[in-house]
Structure formats: structure tokens, C-alpha cells
């Protein structure tokens, strides 16, 4: 069967679809396993700070921080990831209008080999 150049073209955008919906899916799962949690210089060990009640008010200060921190990081990576999914839901979309496309395509291209084998038979 011969293969027009429809369904050359159409081959091609199809495994530039699917290289984009692998790279998405791997960046997704990488990103979906990194912590958003800052960790506090002193990992919640009461014994690591020194006492009174200006370094206890610093400590909460700092802890304050890094918990606000925690959750610019946390909104961030929420933002990429509906991004990421957004994109992937787009393009597998485009890739099921790709996929069907290419089937009418080769239909075609059957049909006009066919019909080629059938004249050169005549």
C-alpha cells in the first residue's frame, strides 16, 4: 500500500504528539514527588533553641516564615501541575483527532491502491 503524503504528515504529528505526552507525564510524575514542605533549621527539637522569651518570639517568627514559605511553595506547584494537566488534556485530545484523521487517511490511501491494482489488472 502506498502512503500518501497526508498520511506521512499525519504519521509524523502523531509521533510529536505522543513525544510531548510522554515528556509531560514523566515531568508530572517528578514534580508530584518533590516535597513542598521547608524544612526549620531546627526540626522542631525544643532543645536546639535558646531560652527566653525574645529567642522563643524569634523561633515563632522564624517558624512563621517557613511556614509561609511552605505554602507559596505548596500554591506554586499546585498552579504547575493544573497546568501540566491542562496541556496533557489538550493534547490528548489533538492526538484522538490526529488518530483519526490517520485512519481516514490509510482508508483512503487502501482505496486508492486498490483502485490502482484494479486499472493495471484491466
Request: glycine letters at 2%; charged letters at 30%.
Amino acid at each position: 500500500m502506498l502512503k500518501s503524503e497526508q498520511t506521512i504528515q499525519l504519521e509524523h504529528e502523531l509521533t510529536a504528539l505522543d513525544a510531548k505526552i510522554k515528556a509531560l507525564q514523566e515531568v508530572s510524575e517528578i514534580l508530584s514527588n518533590c516535597p513542598t514542605k521547608v524544612k526549620s533549621t531546627y526540626n522542631g527539637a525544643y532543645s536546639d533553641h535558646v531560652e527566653g522569651r525574645q529567642y522563643d518570639r524569634m523561633y515563632e517568627e522564624e517558624n512563621d516564615v517557613i511556614d509561609g514559605f511552605s505554602t507559596k511553595l505548596k500554591s506554586k506547584k499546585s498552579k504547575i501541575m493544573s497546568e501540566i494537566e491542562s496541556n496533557l488534556s489538550r493534547l490528548k485530545n489533538l492526538q484522538t483527532s490526529v488518530h483519526l484523521q490517520l485512519s481516514a487517511s490509510r482508508r483512503a490511501d487502501e482505496a486508492a491502491t486498490t483502485a490502482q491494482q484494479a486499472r493495471t489488472k484491466d
